[in-house]
């Protein structure tokens, strides 16, 4: 049997590179941002049979959790199987004027597979990981500053040494050197004055 027109074999010399690396992942991404009046205006939309139509809104849904984040393979056996369909019947539905695949097309990935694209789909998945992204940058900025606050209120309240803290980034140094050095030790008081001890002698050598 000959394979589909959109399967047919292509060079991938001159294939666009995906912009979204095989080792990014969005393991939280339980939301996918849509945009309906966009989704309704597309062609597809307009123009696919309703069957075609929810298969091609059913690989939407599965690129966002393949890799890399926003693919599909290329292998028919395989998205035959995301849709829960047969590959007899997959070839059926590559038949129609308008297929599944509407708008996908081959890229070359940072692992060297060539697998299927979309443009409006990779939009969407560069925007959810950089969201992602900001999101874990301000949640480790608010545990730095919340660390920060403590570690100066037992150095100058319990401990006695704020002396120590006049000192220009004091605070942001030995957090740092305590994150190196000690990462899973919990930051007691009996810990941190033997700690600043064993710090200020390092600082002083």
Sequence with gaps: MAAPRHLAPVETGGLPDYPISSEDRLDSHFFVQWNL??????????????????????LICEAHDETPVGTLPTDERLLAKALGITVDRWHQLCEREMTPLHGWSRVRCDNGEIRLAHPVVTEVAVEALASSRRNRAEAEQRRRNKRLKDLREMIEKRIGAGQLLRTPQFLDRFDDWLAERYPETQRREGFIRRALDEFSAEMGR
């Design 37 to 58: 009046k966009r989704w309704r205006k597309s062609e597809f939309r307009q123009l696919a049979e309703p069957e075609v139509g929810w298969y091609g809104f059913l």
